[in-house]
């Protein structure tokens, strides 16, 4: 499980990261969901991330692994088997706290023809599922995660990255399309079983300086026993509440994140969407509101 | 001294010479960011930068982590005046002036210590027979006590130089009442009476902060006997911009610094700072005040003891500046704090204490499951 320290630079989405790690999942993890990101030594480094054992008599029983960024440990230790997830945590904990230059928003969002579109959801809604199966039916992905929006322009930006699925909808996408790229399943993690799958092609060959207008925000609500599979106009007001709810920096960009919100609801319609879980026609709501 | 082009002390020379940046290739600036991070320095850097008229040698791609950490420090200013007010307004009822310490008194005197400088918790002096009345109407006013338990009460009230801490619920912001500058049973005993001779206003309307000898020796006392190693670098900073700034407003700042760290009995201390923020961040001192100090300072035996600890808890906690012995440097003025804290007959029954609670914390957190983050 742990080979000799190795420091590799390469590229996270539109940040650099220089990784020191002696853990081979994490070495395995990056070669197989991040190909051709490897970068040069000479490219400049926005985070310096470490994933290393913790020292002590407890690595010869149950070896954990820690996530430290320049010194600070943010989170506390896991098992040493999640150690690919903790890596993919502590570079969305690098993002959502000192990314101000951007209005960070807990949703996934895709983009087609110029067109964004914003998933915000409550975990069970069913956001990571549907942005998983549209990025396999021609989307982009940006991120499955955190919303980038430039708080000069009110535009999205993307940071593509492995896209995270838990528990039953690993199988759900893995039978939705076959040959896709996924990182073996790490189970009883904090959030239940946890694998992350290969973005396509496109999304991580777009060019990262290419913003995107946002042309709907949609709330995806999963309900087994939904008899309707609709997607219905919801108010820009309660709209611009919840993604403020939603938003990591809200509170820290103030009049700022304002505005920032104002100018992508001025623009972009909102939506309330139930389904059943069936995907197919999900996409086919998702497509609609366009 | 300074290497300059050395890029792994990257951090200390911008806060030397900051000037040199306009030799700098972007390797130097990629290590000022990590050290920045390390250091929770950035913004701080940040207003160095600007003062001198130096942003525009920053590297394009690497400016938004500035940029950043400035939005976060103008939020935090933001919220830490709100909080103020918010503490001025608790207590005017029963016209309890408070004595703003620290961060928050750097904020209210507007003074260099306060730019780039996030901390967590407010802290504030209130005159000891006064204590129980603020406790009070703090709690009547939207304030809750944050006591763990028995143990942890009877720690604060008895031993320490503060209440147990009280938070905003509204806020979540943490607030210390101090009524010393030390704990009740330290080795360091301070007359809490001399403080209040030389209170004045803030800058900031109806707030009150010690004077600035004061100031700084309470900042270099929490520096130079505390135990929170990873912020050491930033409070020398702060020491720094401390002592540059009085000296330059008061011409005989250090002669009333010297004379009131006599009389408060912490020669020692400021011996310490005077050597360490000339060491490391090349502090003017003038040399009749350090050899004004000098008999304060430990034996010569016990010196380069004291060096060889500080020069690497006092350094950016960053793996570029620290060795081997970082830790164990680390243990030993943990040690050395709590002997100051102190006297062994409760110091060792409450370390045993503490390291039971610690055992049995760690039993209860593997039944229940951690949050890993709150945002994640």
Redesign the interface.
């Known amino acids: 499980m742990l080979r000799k320290s190795k420091k590799i630079n390469f590229r996270a989405g539109r940040f650099n990261i220089n990784l020191t790690t002696c853990v081979s999942s994490v070495l395995k993890g990056i070669d197989l969901l991040y190909p051709h990101s490897k970068i040069s030594q000479k490219e400049?480094?926005?985070f310096?991330i470490n994933i290393k054992p913790v020292p002590g008599i407890r690595h010869y029983i149950k070896p954990q692994v820690e996530f430290v960024?320049?010194?600070?440990i943010?989170?506390?230790p896991?098992p040493i088997d999640q150690a690919f997830p903790l890596l993919e945590?502590g570079l969305?904990?690098c993002v959502?706290?000192?990314?101000?230059?951007f209005l960070i928003i807990h949703a996934a969002i895709l983009e087609k023809n110029g067109s964004a579109i914003v998933m915000p959801g409550l975990p069970g809604s069913g956001k990571s599922t549907l942005c998983a199966a549209l990025s396999l039916r021609g989307w982009r992905i940006f991120s499955d995660e955190l919303t980038l929006i430039d708080t000069t322009t009110g535009l999205a930006y993307p940071n593509p990255r492995p896209v995270s699925l838990k528990n039953q909808s690993i199988d759900i996408i893995k039978s939705f399309e076959k040959n896709v790229v996924f990182s073996e399943t790490v189970h009883d993690t904090?959030k239940g079983s946890v694998a992350h799958m290969l973005p396509n092609k496109q999304s991580t060959n777009f060019y990262y300086e290419q913003s995107s207008e946002i042309k709907s925000v949609i709330f995806p609500k999963y309900d087994r026993e939904a008899t309707n599979n609709e997607v219905n106009p919801i108010s820009k007001g309660s709209t611009f509440l919840k993604l403020a709810e939603n938003s990591?920096n809200y509170?820290?960009?103030?009049k700022?994140g304002f505005t920032t919100l104002s100018k992508v609801l001025d623009n972009a319609k909102c939506y309330e969407m139930h389904y059943d879980g069936c995907l197919e026609k999900g996409i086919e709501l998702v497509e609609s509101t366009l | 001294m300074i290497r300059k082009l050395d890029h792994s002390e990257a951090i200390k020379q911008l806060l030397i010479c900051p000037w040199l940046v306009s030799t700098w290739s972007e390797k130097h600036w990629e290590s000022l960011i990590s050290q920045c991070y390390a250091t929770s320095l950035m913004a701080r850097v940040n207003w160095v930068l600007k003062k001198n008229n130096l942003t525009h040698h920053i590297p394009q791609t690497l400016a938004w982590h500035f940029a950043a950490a400035n939005k976060a420090y103008d939020a935090h200013l933001h919220d830490v005046n709100r909080e103020i007010d918010c503490i001025n307004k608790a207590l005017a009822p029963i016209d309890i002036k408070p004595v703003y310490l620290k961060g928050a008194a750097y904020i209210v005197t507007e003074e260099n210590a306060s730019h780039g400088r996030i901390f967590s918790d407010i802290d504030i002096y209130v005159p000891k027979n006064k204590i129980n009345a603020c406790e009070q109407i703090l709690l009547w006013s939207g304030w809750v006590g944050s006591n763990k338990d028995d143990y942890d009460e009877k720690y604060y009230r008895e031993w320490m130089h503060e209440i147990p801490p009280l938070i905003n619920i509204e806020t979540g912001a943490t607030l210390d009442i101090h009524h010393n500058l030390s704990p009740v049973i330290s080795r360091i005993k301070i007359n809490a009476n001399i403080l209040e001779k030389q209170i004045e206003p803030g800058k900031k309307a109806n707030t009150y902060v010690l004077s600035p000898e004061d100031r700084l020796l309470h900042s270099a006392i929490h520096l130079l006997t505390g135990e929170e190693f990873y912020k050491s670098f930033r409070d020398l900073t702060d020491l720094d911009f401390m002592l540059r700034e009085y000296s330059n407003k008061d011409k005989e700042f250090w002669e009333k610094l010297i004379s009131r760290a006599r009389e408060m009995g912490v020669g020692r201390v400021l011996y310490y700072c005077f050597r360490y923020c000339s060491r490391i961040l090349h502090t003017p001192i003038p040399a009749s005040s350090f050899a004004a100090i000098k008999e304060s300072g430990p034996h010569r035996l016990l010196l380069p003891i004291m060096d060889s600890l500080f020069y690497r808890t006092l350094n950016p906690s960053h793996t570029s500046f620290k060795d081997n012995l970082y830790g164990v440097s680390c243990f030993c003025l943990f040690l050395r704090s709590h002997w100051l804290k102190m006297p062994l007959k409760i110091l060792i029954p409450h370390l045993l204490k503490k390291a039971l609670i610690t055992l049995e914390n760690d039993k209860e957190a593997k039944d229940e499951t951690t949050p890993l983050s709150n945002n994640q």
């Open positions: 400049i480094i926005d310096h960024f320049n010194s600070i943010p989170f506390h896991l945590w969305n904990w959502s706290t000192h990314c101000h230059q904090l990591f509170e820290v960009l103030g700022e």
